[in-house]
């Protein structure tokens, strides 16, 4: 199918919410409606993805391919708002008593347990710093503001809080809208960006190609694809998807064997 829309120019306003009168964050896009959307309209409805669930349950399959052969990583997302969230990290090859990791906030303190290394920390959560979200700076510096955070940096936070993603990585490369699809049995909306500038020099090479999928109803990410060439590297795919899925106060308490060790 051929691209309908295409970056202009690079798209800067993934911290861009609005407020409404009793100061509550609402969607921008409150929805898509029917054909393709522009790409600046799909990229504003995914920046403001977790605003359209009170709680969500996501499983992702990660599928890496390195030199000694594909790698199998499965990332079970909890989330509910506001603050509460559980990210259990784990591969499906090993043991899971053994392999798996539990990342675990209630909004104030973060509790992480490494089965592997039997130790568990609890921190509490990083302070946001002073100053990037002044107005004079421009819309690249500024960061997306979570409702409830996960781990930085991650798949998890990538695909329910997409809009730094899209900002920072999709917005260095030229994106097309590439037409509608389905992930898991859900209607996305793909996006294919050509050759997208990333911080490591191995990563920028003309045919690097990165391959997303917007999850038509909510704005999260449902598939993540990685290629250089015809060479597919990396694949993320959510295979469940359950936004205001029911979960119990128990589903985030963190799981730490009493012979771990603990650091602060």
Do not use: C, K
């Not at 919410?17 to 790409?39: K, M, S, T, Y």
């Not at 996305?188 to 990333?198: A, K, N």
């Not at 997303?212 to 998807?241: H, K, N, P, Q």
């Amino acid at each position: 199918m051929p691209a309908m829309a295409s970056t202009p120019r690079r798209w800067d306003r993934a911290s861009t919410a609005l407020v409404a009168p009793d100061g509550r964050r609402q969607p921008e896009v409150a929805q898509l409606g029917a054909g393709l959307p522009g790409l600046a309209t799909l990229f504003a409805f995914a920046r403001d993805a977790e605003l359209r669930f009170a709680s969500l349950r996501l499983r992702l399959e990660e599928r890496v391919d390195i030199a000694p052969g594909e790698t199998v990583r499965l990332h079970e997302v909890l989330l509910r708002h506001p603050g509460r969230a559980r990210v259990t990290t784990s591969r499906p090859d090993l043991p899971i008593a053994t392999n798996h990791e539990t990342w675990v906030s209630d909004g104030e303190t973060v509790r992480i347990y490494r089965a592997g290394h039997r130790l568990a920390t609890e921190r509490p959560v990083r302070r946001r710093l002073v100053g990037i979200d002044a107005p004079d700076l421009p819309g690249t510096s500024r960061p997306y503001r979570a409702l409830t955070p996960l781990p930085a940096n991650s798949l998890a936070d990538a695909f329910v809080h997409p809009g730094g993603y899209l900002q920072n990585v999709l917005g260095t490369g030229r994106s097309v809208v590439g037409g509608p699809g389905t992930v898991a049995g859900r209607e996305v909306v793909l996006v294919t960006t050509l050759h997208p500038r990333t911080i490591e020099v191995a990563g920028d090479r003309p045919d690097h190609r990165l391959e997303i999928a917007i999850d038509r109803e909510t704005g999260v990410l449902a598939l993540l694809v990685e290629s250089f060439g015809s060479r597919v590297v990396r694949r993320v795919t959510a295979t469940a998807l359950a936004p205001d899925a029911p979960i119990p106060d128990s589903a985030f308490a963190a799981a730490v064997p009493p012979d771990a060790s603990t650091i602060f």
